[in-house]
Structures are given as C-alpha cells and as structure tokens.
C-alpha cells in the first residue's frame, strides 16, 4: 500500500490534467465553431432582408407621368419622371427594424443584439437605430456586416437607382457567443466538478484505507504486546507455584495465586475491550435504559479506583452540586464510560495526581465534570481523542497501555444516551472532559 499509494496518485492527477487540457480544447474547438456559425446566421439574416428591402423598394414602373406638365427644362423633367426611390423613401426606421428581428429569429438568432444603420450611394447615413452611432467605432469586439442594396439585373430600375449600403453591427459579438453557449459550459463545469469531487473522493478513501491499515497494524502488534505480558506473568507464577519450597509457604502461594488471578483481571479487560470495539463496529450497541443517580453512580466508581489512586498519591475532590440528577441510562455502559474517563485520567499523569469530579444541571441536562493535572493533550489530539484506535502521545509518560478504544467507547456511549461531552486540554497542565445527559422526564 505504502508503494502503490503514490503511483496511484500520480496516475489519477495525470488523467484529471489530460482530461482538463481535452475539456479545454474543446471549448476552444466548440468557441470557434461557434463563432463561425452564428455569423453565418447573421449574414444570412441580413442578406435575406437586403434583398426583401431591395425587391420592394425598387417594384413598379419607372416613369411616372404627371396629369398636368408644367414647361420645365428637359433635363428636369427627366429627372423627375425616372424618379429612383430611396430606402429611407419607402421605409421607416421601425419597419427595417422589424424586418431584420424576424429574420434573426428565423435564424434562430432571438437574443441575438443588434444596430443597423442605411446608407446612400455618397455614404451619408439615411438612417440609424438608436445606438448605432456608439457600437460604430469598436472594431474590436464588434462584427459588422455590409450588405448592398441594389435593384435586380435588368430591371426598370439598373443603372437608375442609387447604390445603398445596410450596415448591421452586432456588438460585443464574443460575449453574445459566450452567451449562447452557457448552458453547455455549465455542463461542462458541473461534469468537471464531479470529477474532481470523484478524485478527493477517491484519494481520501485510499489514504484513509491507508491510515486504517497503519491503525490496525498498530493495534494488533499493540495487541499482541498487551497479551503476551499478561500470559507471561502467570507461566511464571504457575511455574513458581509448582516449586516444593512455595508449596508449603501459604504467605507465598497467596502471592503468586493473586498475581495469577490480577493478570487474568486485566486480560478479561482487554477481551472486553475489543468486545466492546466489535460492537460498536457493527453497530450492535443495546441499551437497557433504567432509572440512575448520576451521583451516586459516579461515587461508586470512584471508590472501584481507590487502589490504582492511592498508587498515584492522588488528591481527589467531589463536588456533587447537582440537584437533580436522574438520568435515563444503561447501567452497565454508563459504568463503563465512567470508568474509562476515570482510567483515562489516571492513566495519562504523572504522580501527585489532582481529581475533581464535579456535577451541576440545568432543566434539562445533568452535567459531569471531570478535571486532571495530568500530561495533557495538544490540539490534534483533543480533535482525534474520539477517534477508534487513537492513541495521544504520552511524552515521556511510557507506562501507558491500552488500544486505543476507550474514548471511542466512551462517544459511542454518550451519542446512544443522546448526550453529548466536551474536551478542553491544555498540555502538560491536564484535561477536562465535561458529559452532558439529559435528566430523566
């Protein structure tokens, strides 16, 4: 796992990076024939009314012969019988609008932005829309397109009329491509996302298999330490037992029998530890809810750790300010939980230990408080101390045993009471661990 993890990772981050640079390329690629097929619309769009403008304007006979003729100069009344018509003559600002909102729409170009602006054959502006003007002088983000308007070949109307230009601007033309394409970069982005989540998800689970695989590699050889001590004690006492100078010496047989019957105390404990750790893995935790005095309870388990105090000449305060202090609770776990705070605190201190058990409530909750001078805990043990196996470190404290399922036991525990428990620690000057149960109703 320790060799593979890393080439795993770079294999993974390799494949995210040559999909982000694929992704990238085709925006790219989709951008460009983006751009190429909206402006072929648009230039569809206005050559089509171009021509419908041109059809119209430029329909019916050419000369119109007036009722009454005044004597005017030939040249004049030429000019105004072929009298060629303009756009700006036949059509207003409004209806060329129309004209080429419908044709963007035929093109399927409906949000498509626009000005437009005609012209005539010396370039002066017969009309424009409104912000035709302001789009005009960017030639950068804008596309402009010019489309003649002229009559058709071998009409009335070939080599009479003016030439006329429509000049239609779209302006910021990239941005309204960005703009179409929006929903497919949202897609985009949101597969992206979910890769990328897939790639944590991924490499968290790997290092946390790898984490686990170090805890339980730990806990075993743990394990099989805090077992083969034990096991080793009572081959020797039994061994020592069988000696004939021990067997008529009752001082001696008490001896070695109550060390024998200790390590066999302390190998039950750990049997129901990891008991304890299997339950808890399966979720197979049951209460048996009954009627308990937090006071009372706490007392009694304080006066089960007399012996293991008195060892570490400890100074132990009570202060049960709690009034009521009836708790729905399973006996035996919350002994338990009990116990392993208590042990948890004798266990991490050095000599000259100082306990204060404490209890309060409010109208709701009964609160235990259980503070020590012993080695204390720095903040990334307090935030993993409830974590399965863990184990803080101890300094130069190294009589220390345990699996590291003690505090974990304790948090399963409070979590199936619906309480709740607080950790404030400050190394090398002690912990306070404070549990929160709600009182009986």
Not at 163 to 192: C, R, T
Not at 424 to 432: A, D, F
Request: hydrophobic share 45%; charged share 25%; glycine share 4%.
């Amino acid at each position: 796992m320790k060799k593979t993890l890393p080439i795993i990772v770079v294999l993974i981050t390799l494949s995210l990076l040559g999909l982000i640079a694929l992704q990238a390329s085709w925006l790219k690629n989709l951008l460009e024939v983006r751009q190429s097929q909206l402006l072929n619309k648009v230039k569809d769009a206005t050559t089509l009314v171009a021509n419908d403008l041109s059809k119209a304007a430029f329909s019916g006979p050419t000369i119109r012969l007036p009722r009454r003729q005044p004597k005017v100069h030939a040249a004049e009344l030429a000019f105004k019988i072929l009298r060629p018509v303009s756009i700006a003559d036949k059509f207003t600002k409004q209806a060329i609008f129309a004209k080429l909102t419908h044709a963007f729409d035929a093109e399927e170009l409906k949000h498509m932005k626009f000005e437009f602006a005609i012209t005539n054959s010396e370039g002066d502006y017969e009309m424009q829309s409104t912000n035709y003007e302001k789009e005009f002088y960017d030639t950068i983000a804008n596309k402009r397109i010019v489309n003649f308007i002229l009559p058709e070949s071998g009409s009335d109307f070939d080599g009479i009329a003016q030439a006329e230009q429509m000049i239609v601007i779209v302006p910021n033309f990239k941005d309204q491509v960005w703009h179409s394409l929006q929903w497919i970069i949202v897609g985009a982005a949101f597969f992206m996302l979910i890769i990328f989540a897939a790639f944590f998800v991924t490499l968290k689970s790997l290092f946390n298999q790898k984490k686990l695989s170090e805890i339980k590699s730990d806990f075993i050889n743990n394990m099989t330490h805090e077992f083969k001590t034990p096991l080793a004690t009572i081959s020797l006492a039994v061994n020592t037992l069988r000696n004939e100078k021990v067997i008529g010496n009752a001082e001696k047989m008490n001896y070695f029998s109550g060390m024998i019957k200790e390590e066999n105390k302390r190998m039950n404990k750990h049997v129901e530890t990891i008991l304890q750790a299997a339950l808890m893995e399966k979720q197979e935790l049951q209460l048996n809810l009954t009627s308990i005095a937090v006071n009372k309870m706490l007392q009694n388990v304080i006066n089960a750790y007399e012996l293991q105090l008195q060892e570490k000449n400890a100074k132990v305060e009570v202060d049960f300010l709690a009034k009521k202090d009836e708790v729905m609770a399973d006996e035996i776990h919350f002994k338990n939980l009990l116990s392993n705070l208590i042990d948890n605190a004798i266990k991490y201190s050095k000599e000259n230990l100082h306990l204060k058990f404490t209890t309060y409530n409010n109208n709701k909750n009964v609160f235990i408080k259980i503070e020590d001078n012993g080695i204390g805990m720095d903040k990334e043990s307090v935030k993993r101390i409830f974590e399965k196996f863990y184990r803080a470190h101890t300094g130069n404290v190294h009589n220390v045993k345990g699996f590291g399922l003690g505090m974990s036991y304790v948090k399963t525990v409070i979590d199936a009471h619906k309480g709740r428990i607080r950790v404030e620690s400050t190394l090398g000057k002690g912990s306070c661990f404070t549990v929160e149960l709600p009182l009986k109703k």
